[in-house]
């Protein structure tokens, strides 16, 4: 399933059929580790320690090269000849999130579980489940047999009927609404969100803004619903016009937070859901001359990488997003070693802990803040 290579320009038509032929069976392999890092523009060994989770490389070259490796559909050398042995497993990740810092550690986790019990991984983009639909097909005429499905992949029921029909194994990442996966590794989103909210009630604040995750995700439902419970449990009233959409992107992000911090009684906390749109949001308020978090409180979900990189540091849920596709890899082996017999098998469900982590995006309503109120608010 690599992409195809331009055949080098320098090859003119008048060149030895010998290295005609050489340049064509080079056109036609499969991508090499060193195509990985020529794409990543860095060593092969700095390649290789990224695929084997070593920890030595720094975290912008590491993001290089999972872009390289997702873009070439690499996999390394002992896989494939493992495959033409017949004798591995072969799982495709499919993935589909706007957010990089996400993405990082989606696919490392995957890699870092695969690589560990020597299973040929395919890392394989779709811009949206009508596109899907093509990829799998494909995937399943190359032998592929686990499917990792994130949202919204999860979410679509013809994608999952698509895989099963085929006798496939699908294992999705979060919460999702299409029923008929072999399994799904999750956290509780609704609990994670409500307990945030209430982390940032317990601070003093009662106009608590919320910016809403992707419409069609089941976890943006979900997280909204946590904010709400908690805010109606505190005995807060929910102001509609202190919630915006975003869409997991840091630009919708940045959309929603200037909706939110323009509003005429603005809010003093910002719960976004995801660290993209908290980051977006601190963004914005540093643009209006909003001191975070003594103007502000910006606290944002998932503890990616971006969330400790920027300044103030972001207090954030921790999704173990790099241990939930690590534990989708491993469920998907346990899956296939034991067809037939868990051909009717309940699909398995695994729930894994999250943390509220605090850093620096936080803290009680300032006494600038407190002059926006509204006239006869507490």
Not at 91 to 99: E, R, T, V, Y
Not at 105 to 133: H, K, P, W
Request: overall charge neutral.
């Amino acid at each position: 399933m690599a992409n195809p290579m331009t055949i080098p320009s320098t090859l003119k038509a008048d060149a030895p059929a010998t290295s005609r032929k050489r340049a064509a069976r080079r056109s036609n392999a499969a991508p090499t580790i060193t195509d990985v890092a020529r794409e990543a523009q860095c060593s092969p060994m700095t390649v290789s320690r990224v695929i084997n989770g070593e920890e030595n490389v720094r975290e912008d070259t590491k993001q290089k090269v999972l872009g390289a490796i997702a873009k070439l559909n690499y996999v390394p050398n002992r896989a494939a000849r493992s495959l033409a042995a017949g004798s591995q497993l072969r799982i495709a990740l499919l993935f589909d999130n706007p957010s990089a810092s996400y993405l990082s550690e989606f696919l490392m986790g995957a890699l870092e579980e695969a690589s560990r019990r020597d299973i040929y991984l395919v890392v394989q983009a779709c811009e949206n489940t009508a596109e899907a639909q093509g990829v799998i097909r494909k995937l399943i005429d190359g032998g592929i047999e686990g499917y990792i499905l994130p949202p919204p992949l999860c979410d679509d029921q013809s994608v999952l009927d698509l895989i099963r029909s085929s006798g496939g194994i699908a294992v999705a990442v979060g919460p999702g609404r299409a029923s008929g996966s072999h399994g799904a590794v999750l956290i509780d989103e609704f609990q994670a969100a409500y307990d945030m909210t209430r982390h940032i009630i317990s601070l003093g604040h009662e106009r608590i803004g919320f910016i809403i995750g992707h419409p069609d995700q089941v976890a943006s439902g979900q997280r909204l619903d946590g904010y709400r419970a908690a805010m109606t449990d505190a005995g807060l009233t929910i102001n509609e016009g202190l919630i915006a959409q975003g869409q997991f992107t840091y630009r919708s992000g940045m959309v929603a937070a200037e909706k939110l911090l323009s509003a005429k009684h603005p809010p003093t906390a910002i719960f976004a859901s995801n660290d993209d749109m908290a980051a977006a949001t601190v963004a914005m308020a540093h643009r209006r001359h909003l001191d975070v978090p003594n103007d502000v409180t910006v606290c944002g979900f998932d503890d990616t990488e971006l969330a400790s990189s920027i300044w103030p540091e972001l207090t954030t849920i921790r999704q173990p997003i790099r241990e939930m596709t690590a534990e989708a890899v491993a469920m998907i082996a346990r899956v296939h070693k034991n067809k037939p017999r868990t051909a009717r098998a309940k699909a398995e469900q695994l729930t894994l802990a999250y943390q509220l982590i605090r850093r620096n995006s936080d803290a009680g309503p300032s006494l600038a803040s407190s002059f926006s109120k509204p006239p006869g608010s507490p």
